[in-house]
């Protein structure tokens, strides 16, 4: 599968931005998604993650309360809706998927996610 990431841009703190992730290649609903970001300097992290079903999904600590991840499978397409950004999210965001059998199951960690897009730019001024 390919993805392809798109939304990032420039906004100051308190907006809000979505990314978007198409998908291309094979069956969209057959895998689990994920959002990674990684900032100058530091590892890549988990942002969001989502089921196949998109019943199931993870938020990572720092921005739980603040962003959604979800999909449309008719569409091929994963989304990230981001609220009150700050600073410290300034970062390259990353879409990643991985097959998966599972409706409900999610894929959180870096290693276990085989396609991913090539990034798209978020800063967020002060």
């Known amino acids: 599968v390919q993805l392809q990431a798109s939304g990032g841009g420039l906004v100051q703190a308190g907006d809000s931005l979505r990314l978007s992730c198409a998908a291309s290649?094979?069956?969209?609903?057959?895998?689990?998604m994920g959002w990674f970001r990684q900032a100058p300097g530091k590892e890549r992290e988990i942002v969001a993650a989502?089921?196949?079903?998109?019943?199931?999904?993870y938020y990572g600590d720092s921005v739980k309360g603040r962003f959604t991840i979800s999909r449309d499978n008719a569409k091929n397409t994963v989304y990230l809706q981001m609220n009150s950004l700050k600073p410290e999210d300034t970062a390259v965001y990353y879409c990643?998927?991985?097959?998966?059998?599972?409706?409900?199951?999610?894929?959180?960690?870096?290693?276990?996610?085989?396609?991913w897009g090539q990034g798209t730019l978020v800063t967020v001024s002060s």
């Open positions: 990643a998927g991985r097959f998966s059998i599972s409706p409900s199951v999610v894929v959180t960690r870096l290693a276990d996610f085989t396609f």
């Open positions: 989502i089921s196949t079903s998109g019943g199931t999904t």
């Open positions: 290649g094979r069956p969209f609903s057959s895998y689990a």
